[in-house]
C-alpha cells in the first residue's frame, strides 16, 4: 500500500506545520489532521497488532467504530492507552506509539500467536482454565492462577501508565428544552427549526467540526451553517460525545477540553462530564458503514469506503493507488469515481448483477463479484476475487487496497440505552431504531434515510415531533421513508472461504472470526448474548460497532432463521470509552469525600493529636508525649482517665433536640427502655429497635424541659436515626405533635472522665454548686454557664466507668471550653484520650459499639435484657422474639481473656471449641483492647450459649487470617467495676 | 436519571432523594401480634407497573414523599408529602 498526501484536496491546515512522534521516530502533519490521516500521510500502514493473533493492523475507519488503529498516546504519568488514531487530533509534539506488540508493531515476536490460533479459538480461556463445575476451585484454575500474566499479556491491550493521573476533570450540569446529538444535515435542520420555534438548544458533535459525514464531501464548508447556529443562539458543543441516554431525558456527555492541545493550560479541566437535563432528545448519529468477512480481510490497506473518501477530501490523503471497492450498495459508487478522479486505478466489485448505476466510466464495475481471500500479510498483494452466485477465486486482481462496504447499521445505540428494541429492515438489510413514548426522535441516518434531503426533512419532522410531545405546537409532520438508494441493497455479510483454516474476521479488535462464531453455535452458545460472552464478539471498546450484525447474521445463517429473529445484542452505556478521571471529576484524592470536623479539630491538632477517619469525620485518636508509640500513648491515656482525669472531643455523637407535647409519648414508642417517668434534668441511656427486633441504635436522651429533649446518637448511625424518626413523624405517627431537628453541627461536645472530673468541672463552672453529687447526680442533667458566660449542658454519664460527665457548648465556644477545661484538666495530672483509649476504657467496662451493634443482634445478645420493658410496647417489641431470635443457642456478649495472660489476640478471631477448630465456631472476638487495668489483653465478642455456658471451658481463638491460635477463656463483659461504683461516686 | 419533582423544592435528580419503600403499608399497631407485623414488615408484592413508593428528601427539605412510580419505566406520575395534613395543604395550593 502507498499512502500519500494530495496537493489539491482536503481542508487541512497547510499552513500549520505539526511534528509528532510515531514509535519514537518523527514525523510531519498539518493542523486539521487526525493522527490516522498523519500517520497515512506518512505512509504508515502497519500501526498495531491484533489482541489474541498479533496480525498486523492498519487503519480500517476514519472515525468512532475504529477497531484496528488503537494507539497509545504521551508518556510517563500523560500516557493513555487504548486510544483512537481516527479521532485523535493530531497536536504539536504528540507523541504516539503502538501497542499490544514487542519489540514494535512491524516485527513482533508474538506474531506466532498467528499459527497457533487453534489455541485461541473461541471460548479457550473457559476450556482451559476454568475448574470443572461443581468443583469450581478445580485443576483448571490452578493452571490459570499460574498462567495468566503471560496470557494476558499475550493477549492484551496498550497498558496504563499505573501512575496518578496529573490532569483534572471537571462535572458539569446544564438544562435545556432540547439536546440535539450530532451535526450532520438532520441535527443541524432539527437545532435550526427548533431555535426559530423558540426553544433553548444544545447541539451536541463528538468530531471537533460541525457537518457529520458531509465532512467527507469534497465542497462541503461548514462556516455558514455554524453562523446561522450561533445567530439562533444554539449552544453548539464540539469535541463532545453524548455517551448515554438515562431516565427522564437526561444526557450523560463527555467533552474533551484539552485532548487536542499540546500544552494545556494547567488550570483548565482535561475533560468535563456533563449530565444534560433536557425536555426532548433528537438523535442523529448517523450511520456506520459495515465491512464485509472474507479471508484475509484485515490486512493493513483494508479500510471502509467511507473512511477512504473522509482521507481524500477532509485530509487530502489518498489511501491507495490500485483500489478495489467490494460493494453490495450504491453508496460507494460517488468514492469510487472521487478516487478516480484523484488518480488512483478503481475497480468495484459489486455482489449485485441486476442494477443500474451512473458513472463517467472512469473505473470498471465487476457486477456479481465478491472479495474473496487477499494475499499478502503486512500489506496487500493482491486479491483473490469470486462470482458471487458460485464462491469459488475466479481471478486474482492486483491492488494495494481493498476497501469494504457490506451497507450500513444506523447508529441506534443511545435509543437502545433506553432499552427501545430496533426492528430489522429487510429492505435496507438493516436496524431501524423503533418507535419510543419517551421524548426521544430519531433523524437523519440514523433512522435509516440515505440522502441528504430526506435527512434534512427529518430533522424538521423531529422537531415538530418534539414541539407537539412538548404540548407546544400540534402540527402534522411526516418521516421520509427509511432507504433512499436508487438499487435495493443485497445482503452480503460473509464470503466463505473454502479452504479448512481460514481467517475471516468479523470482530477485528478482538480477533474474533466467522469460524469462532460457527464454533460457538457447534457448542451450543446460539443466544446472541451468550455468543457475544462466549467469543467477545462486540466486547472490545469499539462495542461492536462494525462486527455485530456480521456475527448476528452469521448465527442466523447457522440456525436458518432470519436475522430479527436471532435478536440483537441490547448497547449499554458509554457509546464510546469515557476516563475513569471524568467520571470521579473533583471527587480524587482528599476530595474523594466529603471531610467532617469538629469545631475544636485544629485545637486538637495543636494539642498533639493524631487523628482518624471515623465515617466522613476525622477524630482525635491518640495523643502522642515525646516518642511514643500508639500504643503507648492509649494505655497511657485511659490510665490516666482511671487515676485522674482525662478529656475527649465527642462532638461527632449524633444530636437531635425533640420538641413538642408528645415528645415523650415519641420517645416511649421508639426506645426499648421506660422514657415516660423520665424526670426534668435527667437524662437515660436507651436502645433503638428496628421494626424487625434488630438492636439500630443507642444513645442518650436529656429531658431539658417539660416538652423538649436533647438525644445523642452514635457517630455512625446518627444520619439513619434522623432519617427514622422523620419517617416515623411523617409517615406512621402524623398525629403525634412532635418536632425533630438536627443539631448535630450546632452543639461541640467533650467527655470529661475520670476520679477528678468533678474537681476540673468544678473549677470550669461559674456557680460550682451545680456540679456537686447532690445536684447532679449519676444521669442527672443542667443548663448553666462556664466560665466567662458561656452557656453549657452538662449531663452526669460515663461510657468508660469512670465519674463522667458530657458537656455541650455551642460551637462557637468550642475552643474557649478546651483551653478552660485543658488548663483545669492539667492541674490534677489529667490528659487529652483519643478514640483508642475510649475504645480501651469501654471495652474494660463492657459497653458495646459499632462492632457489636452490627445490624445483626438483639437486645437479649447484648445481655441488656433489662432495658427491654414489659410494660409497654415499642418498635420491635413484637418482633425481637420471634423464631430464630429466640433460640437459645444464640450468639451472646460476653469478654475474653487469654488463658495465658501473656498472649495476645485481635478482634475477627474466630472462638471455637478445643477439638472443633474449623467453620465459624462458636463465636467471635468483635473488640480487643490492652487493659491497663487488668495488665493484660481483654476482648469482647459473642459466644454461642454465653458465659454461663463456657464459664469454666478453655476455648481457642483461631485467627486464620493471621496465622495465630490461642487459648481463651470467657468472663463477664464488665471486666472492670461491675457493680458502677466509680460512676455514682 | 430518575428526576422527582418534590412538591417544596421543584423537581430535582433522584440521587438528592433516598428511598423509603412500600408507602401503602399500613403499620399495625405497636401491641399488634408478631404475625401482623410478620405480614407488615417482610411480606411485599413484586408489582411490575405504577406503585406507590416513599422517597425522603434526605439532602433537601428533609420531607418523606409518596412517589407513584412505574417500576417499568421509571415514569413517575405523581410526588405528595406522606403526612395527610401536608397533602391537605399540598392540594389547596393547587
Ligand atoms: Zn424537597
Known amino acids: ?985 | 436519571m430518575i428526576r422527582i419533582n418534590c412538591p417544596y423544592c421543584g423537581e430535582r435528580d433522584h440521587s438528592e432523594f433516598s428511598y423509603g419503600g412500600d408507602a401503602t403499608i399500613n403499620y399495625p399497631s405497636l401491641d399488634a401480634s408478631e404475625k401482623e407485623w410478620t405480614e407488615a414488615i417482610f411480606f411485599r408484592k413484586n408489582i411490575k407497573g405504577f406503585q406507590f413508593e416513599t422517597w425522603h428528601h434526605s439532602n433537601g427539605c428533609r420531607m418523606w414523599l409518596v412517589v407513584e412510580r412505574s417500576t417499568v419505566t421509571h415514569e413517575i406520575k405523581s410526588v405528595k408529602p406522606c403526612h395527610p395534613n401536608l397533602q391537605k395543604v399540598a392540594e389547596n395550593n393547587k
Open chain 1, 1 to 985: 500500500m502507498k499512502t500519500r498526501r494530495l496537493d489539491n484536496y482536503g481542508k487541512i491546515n497547510r499552513d500549520k506545520i505539526l511534528s509528532f512522534s510515531w514509535d519514537k521516530k518523527n514525523y510531519k502533519g498539518f493542523e486539521g489532521d487526525t493522527l490516522a490521516s498523519a500517520l497515512l500521510a506518512n505512509n504508515i500502514g502497519i500501526v498495531g497488532r491484533s489482541f489474541k493473533y498479533h496480525r498486523p493492523r492498519g487503519i480500517f475507519s476514519s472515525g468512532v467504530e475504529e477497531s484496528g488503529a488503537l494507539v497509545t498516546i504521551g508518556s510517563k504519568d500523560r500516557r493513555d492507552p487504548n486510544v483512537r488514531a481516527t479521532t485523535q487530533e493530531l497536536y504539536n509534539g504528540l507523541e504516539a506509539s503502538g501497542q499490544n506488540a514487542f519489540p514494535n508493531v512491524n516485527f513482533d515476536l508474538a506474531g506466532i500467536n498467528n499459527y497457533l490460533g487453534r489455541f485461541f479459538a473461541a471460548g479457550f480461556y473457559y476450556k482451559t482454565f476454568m475448574g470443572i463445575p461443581p468443583l469450581e476451585w478445580g485443576k483448571g484454575t490452578a493452571i490459570w492462577m499460574f498462567f495468566e500474566k503471560f496470557i494476558r499479556k499475550a493477549a492484551g491491550m496498550g497498558s496504563a501508565s499505573g501512575l496518578p493521573d496529573p490532569d483534572t476533570y471537571e462535572h458539569a450540569h446544564d438544562f435545556c428544552d432540547l439536546i440535539v446529538v450530532g451535526s450532520g444535515p438532520a441535527g443541524v435542520a432539527a437545532a435550526l427549526e427548533a431555535a426559530e420555534k423558540k426553544l433553548d438548544v444544545i447541539l451536541v458533535e463528538q468530531d471537533s467540526l460541525i457537518g457529520g459525514n458531509q465532512l467527507a464531501e469534497n465542497d462541503f464548508d461548514n462556516s455558514q451553517i455554524k453562523n446561522q447556529l450561533e445567530n439562533l443562539g444554539i449552544k453548539i458543543m464540539t469535541r463532545t460525545t453524548a455517551f448515554g441516554l438515562y431516565d427522564n431525558c437526561v444526557v450523560g456527555l463527555l467533552e474533551r477540553v484539552t485532548d487536542h492541545i499540546s500544552a494545556p493550560n494547567v488550570n483548565i479541566p482535561r475533560q468535563r462530564f456533563w449530565t444534560i437535563r433536557a425536555k426532548h432528545i433528537i438523535v442523529g448519529a448517523g450511520a456506520i458503514e459495515r465491512h464485509i468477512a472474507f479471508n484475509n480481510n484485515d490486512i493493513p490497506g483494508v479500510m471502509t469506503v467511507n473512511a477512504s473518501k473522509h482521507y481524500l477530501n477532509r485530509y487530502g490523503v489518498l489511501t491507495g493507488k490500485r483500489i478495489v471497492i467490494a460493494t453490495n450498495n450504491d453508496s460507494v459508487y460517488e468514492t469510487a469515481h472521487q478516487l478516480s478522479e484523484a488518480g488512483a486505478n478503481v475497480t468495484v466489485l459489486d455482489s449485485r448483477t441486476n442494477f443500474e448505476i451512473e458513472t463517467n466510466k472512469s473505473f470498471e464495475i465487476r457486477k456479481g463479484y465478491v472479495p474473496y481471500n487477499i494475499n499478502g500479510s503486512k500489506k496487500i498483494d493482491s486479491l483473490d476475487i469470486s462470482k458471487n452466485e458460485t464462491i469459488n477465486k475466479s481471478e486474482t486482481i492486483n491492488c494495494d487496497q481493498v476497501l469494504l462496504s457490506g451497507g450500513w447499521s444506523p447508529a441506534v445505540h443511545l435509543l437502545s440505552h433506553r432499552g427501545v428494541k430496533p426492528k430489522w429492515d429487510y429492505n435496507n438489510a438493516c436496524f431501524l431504531p423503533s418507535d419510543t413514548k419517551e421524548n426521544i426522535t430519531m433523524v437523519g441516518s440514523s433512522r435509516g434515510l440515505w440522502n441528504k434531503n430526506d435527512c434534512i426533512a427529518s430533522g424538521i419532522a423531529g422537531t415538530t415531533d418534539a414541539l407537539n410531545r412538548l404540548g407546544i405546537s400540534k402540527t402534522n409532520y411526516f418521516f421520509p421513508k427509511p432507504g433512499g438508494w436508487k438499487n435495493p441493497i443485497q445482503p452480503l455479510y460473509e464470503v466463505k472461504y473454502k479452504k479448512s483454516r481460514s481467517k475471516s474476521f468479523v470482530d477485528y479488535q478482538h480477533d474474533v472470526t466467522t469460524d469462532d462464531v460457527r464454533l460457538a453455535h457447534r457448542e451450543g452458545f446460539i443466544s446472541v448474548e451468550h455468543l457475544k460472552r462466549y467469543t467477545t464478539l462486540g466486547m472490545a471498546n469499539d462495542q461492536g460497532k462494525m462486527g455485530n450484525i456480521i456475527g448476528l447474521s452469521l448465527m442466523a445463517e447457522l440456525l436458518n432463521k432470519e436475522i430479527p429473529e436471532v435478536g440483537t445484542t441490547v448497547f449499554r452505556p458509554p457509546y464510546t470509552p469515557v476516563s475513569i478521571g471524568a467520571l470521579s471529576g473533583r471527587n480524587v484524592g482528599k476530595h474523594f469525600r466529603p471531610l467532617r470536623v469538629t469545631p475544636m479539630h485544629q485545637w486538637n491538632i495543636d494539642h498533639g493529636a493524631k487523628m482518624i477517619e471515623v465515617g466522613l469525620y476525622q477524630r482525635p485518636w491518640y495523643y502522642p508525649k515525646e516518642n511514643e508509640t500508639l500504643s503507648d500513648s492509649y494505655i497511657r491515656e485511659a490510665s490516666t482517665v482511671r487515676k485522674t482525669v482525662g478529656i475527649c472531643d465527642v462532638t461527632s455523637l449524633g444530636k437531635i433536640a425533640i420538641q413538642g407535647p408528645d415528645s415523650t409519648e415519641f420517645l416511649n414508642r421508639i426506645y426499648s427502655n421506660g422514657f415516660s417517668k423520665l424526670e426534668v434534668g435527667k437524662a437515660r441511656y436507651g436502645i433503638m429497635l428496628r421494626d424487625d427486633g434488630i438492636v439500630m441504635d443507642d444513645g442518650t436522651s436529656w429531658r431539658l424541659a417539660e416538652n423538649e429533649y436533647f438525644m445523642t446518637t452514635s457517630t455512625g448511625e446518627a444520619a439513619k436515626v434522623m432519617s427514622w424518626l422523620e419517617e416515623l413523624l411523617q409517615t406512621r405517627w402524623t398525629d403525634l405533635n412532635v418536632n425533630v431537628t438536627s443539631v448535630s453541627e450546632q452543639w461541640a461536645g467533650v467527655s470529661v472522665a475520670g476520679p477528678k472530673s468533678r474537681e476540673v468541672l468544678n473549677n470550669c463552672v461559674d456557680d460550682s454548686l451545680v456540679v456537686t453529687n447532690n445536684n447532679l447526680p449519676f444521669m442527672g442533667v443542667t443548663s448553666t454557664f462556664l466560665k466567662g458566660n458561656i452557656p453549657c449542658r452538662i449531663a452526669r454519664i460515663s461510657f468508660s466507668g469512670e465519674l463522667a460527665f458530657e458537656v455541650y457548648v455551642k460551637s462557637d465556644f468550642a475552643n474557649t471550653m478546651m483551653d478552660l477545661l485543658w488548663a483545669n484538666a492539667k492541674k490534677y495530672d489529667g490528659c487529652l484520650y483519643g478514640l483508642e483509649a475510649l475504645g480501651a476504657l469501654r471495652v474494660e467496662k463492657g459497653h458495646v459499639t459499632a462492632a457489636e451493634l452490627d445490624g445483626r443482634v438483639t437486645i437479649d445478645d447484648v445481655g441488656l435484657s433489662k432495658m427491654a420493658s414489659t410494660k409497654k410496647s415499642y418498635i420491635g417489641s413484637a418482633m425481637r422474639k420471634r423464631g430464630v431470635l429466640k433460640n437459645n443457642d444464640r450468639e451472646i456478649l460476653v469478654g475474653f481473656f487469654p488463658t495465658n495472660l501473656k498472649e495476645t489476640f485481635n478482634a475477627g478471631t474466630i472462638v471455637c471449641e478445643k477439638n472443633n477448630i474449623k467453620g465459624q465456631g462458636i463465636g467471635r472476638i468483635t473488640s480487643v483492647t490492652y487493659s491497663p487495668e487488668l495488665g493484660h489483653w481483654i476482648g469482647l465478642g459473642f459466644v454461642k450459649g454465653g458465659l454461663d455456658k463456657w464459664k469454666d471451658t478453655n476455648l481457642v481463638g483461631a485467627d486464620p487470617v493471621r496465622n495465630k491460635q490461642m487459648n481463651l477463656k470467657v468472663v463477664s463483659p464488665h471486666m472492670i467495676d461491675p457493680k458502677g461504683e466509680r460512676m455514682y461516686a
